[in-house]
């Protein structure tokens, strides 16, 4: 997790009169998305091992169970 390269996030117009508001909307689910901002958090602060290792395992299961609700929503269906 203590990667040295820096993280860019950039947006672009899509179009040449898209609103400001949307871009700013698409800029910040980028950088959720990204986790910049709870990195830093997490760098300000010095974590145990063990604690990083438990919440890692915990994001780890929570996506492994949105991805199998999803895929027995879209196999039943």
Known sequence: MSSKKPIRVEVRAKYPDEPIERMVKRFSRKVKKERVIELFLEKRTYTKPSVTRR???????????KLNKKNQVGTTS
């Not at 919440?55 to 299961?61: D, G, L, P, S, Y």
């Open 55 to 65: 919440i890692k395992e915990k994001r780890r299961q929570k996506t492994l169970q």
